[in-house]
């Protein structure tokens, strides 16, 4: 499958990294836009992603955050859920393959093992999966706000996610990786926040 990582020039090493965690998959680098807020910077690198996928008429894009990391055995379980989310394309418009600060999950489905929740409320933008019926849909709620984040940088494209039907799955398929968040500006135990809000669907 092809995927695009958001990466910046100056983490080559978050670009490698993410090679060897994904050797399954066709890897396309998307260089991410540099803004002085990074919240905006990334908003802009997810919408020049999606454009770059419609440009070249793929028919879905699994878009990566380079400090995405992957659960053991994912790739059979992406099977799982890719099976679920072609079957019921009227549940929902964007797949995040996991979150933190979930509200009021809604179950919607079930499949092998795996629970489908529209929560009305759930953040986090490092495994997006997108097919091409929601591309203008996207490009067109992205292009308007996008710009507030400049000022309010809490409103970034996770946040702006919640707009639509974005589905997450029990268990996760992917956390991000614990370290230095470049849109935080800090450290953070990334892994750590994403284990709390899986345990908490359970």
């Given at each position: 499958?092809?995927?695009?990582?958001?990466?910046?020039?100056?983490?080559?090493?978050?670009?490698?990294?993410?090679?060897?965690?994904?050797?399954?998959?066709?890897?396309?680098?998307?260089?991410?836009?540099?803004?002085?807020?990074?919240?905006y910077g990334n908003f802009l690198s997810m919408i020049k992603?999606?454009?770059?996928?419609?440009?070249?008429?793929?028919?879905?894009?699994?878009?990566?955050?380079?400090?995405?990391?992957?659960?053991?055995?994912?790739?059979?379980?992406?099977?799982?859920?890719?099976?679920?989310?072609?079957?019921?394309?009227?549940?929902?418009?964007?797949?995040?393959?996991?979150?933190?600060?979930?509200?009021?999950?809604?179950?919607?489905?079930?499949?092998?093992?795996i629970k489908f929740y529209d929560p009305v409320w759930s953040?986090?933008?490092?495994?997006?999966?997108?097919?091409?019926?929601?591309?203008?849909?996207?490009?067109?709620?992205?292009?308007?706000?996008?710009?507030?984040?400049?000022?309010?940088?809490?409103?970034?494209?996770?946040?702006?996610?919640?707009?639509?039907?974005?589905?997450?799955?029990?268990?996760?398929?992917?956390?991000?990786?614990?370290?230095?968040?470049?849109?935080?500006?800090?450290?953070?135990?990334?892994?750590?926040?994403?284990?709390?809000?899986?345990?908490?669907?359970?």
């Amino acid at each position: 499958m092809e995927a695009f990582v958001i990466n910046l020039d100056s983490r080559p090493d978050r670009w490698l990294m993410m090679k060897k965690r994904f050797p399954n998959f066709k890897l396309t680098r998307i260089p991410a836009v540099v803004k002085s807020v990074p919240a905006y910077g990334n908003f802009l690198s997810m919408i020049k992603a999606i454009k770059l996928a419609k440009k070249r008429g793929l028919d879905e894009i699994l878009i990566l955050e380079d400090d995405c990391l992957p659960v053991k055995g994912f790739l059979n379980r992406w099977a799982s859920i890719k099976e679920w989310l072609d079957l019921n394309p009227d549940k929902w418009d964007v797949y995040s393959g996991g979150a933190h600060k979930i509200i009021l999950p809604s179950l919607i489905g079930e499949h092998k093992s795996i629970k489908f929740y529209d929560p009305v409320w759930s953040v986090a933008a490092h495994w997006i999966y997108v097919e091409k019926r929601s591309y203008n849909k996207l490009l067109a709620h992205y292009s308007r706000y996008c710009s507030g984040t400049q000022v309010v940088p809490m409103l970034g494209v996770d946040v702006h996610n919640n707009f639509f039907k974005t589905v997450i799955s029990y268990p996760f398929i992917a956390y991000q990786d614990s370290g230095f968040s470049d849109i935080k500006k800090q450290k953070r135990d990334t892994r750590k926040i994403f284990r709390n809000a899986e345990r908490g669907l359970k």
